[in-house]
Nanobody, 119 residues
Framework: VQLVESGGGLVQPGGSLRLSCAAS????????MEWYRQAPGKEREFVAS???????FYGDSVQGRFTISRDNAKNTVYLQMNNLKPEDTAVYYC??????????????WGQGTQVTVSS
């Protein structure tokens, strides 16, 4: 299973970006899709998650500004980021919990995409 992220870039404060993360390979189900981020010199931080039942959860720092969604037909998760702040600058990673028949659930990470918020 491979995860490929896209949508990062440079944006001014108050702007918006939409990240995508698509999985490919042998997949029966993706029970959990998540976004994390890591800023320079800081630990990786939970951003948002969405379950297979479409329940969503958000980190305190992004609540009300970011929206996570998923498209099961495309094995893809999205992160709509609005009202971006300089402190949102980080490398953003997706992580999927993949279920296949006859095997244990396995977590996979994307390669990361840079988001820079600066004027």
């Amino acid at each position: 299973v491979q995860l490929v992220e896209s949508g990062g870039g440079l944006v001014q404060p108050g702007g918006s970006l939409r990240l995508s993360c698509a999985a490919s390979g042998t997949i029966f189900d993706i029970t959990l899709m998540e976004w994390y981020r890591q800023a320079p010199g800081k630990e990786r931080e939970f951003v948002a998650s969405v379950t297979s039942a479409f329940r969503t959860f958000y980190g305190d720092s992004v609540q009300g500004r970011f929206t996570i969604s998923r498209d099961n037909a495309k094995n893809t998760v999205y992160l709509q980021m609005n009202n971006l702040k300089p402190e949102d600058t980080a490398v953003y990673y997706c992580r999927f919990n993949v279920r296949n028949i006859g095997t244990l659930d396995t977590m996979y990470w994307g390669q990361g995409t840079q988001v820079t918020v600066s004027s």
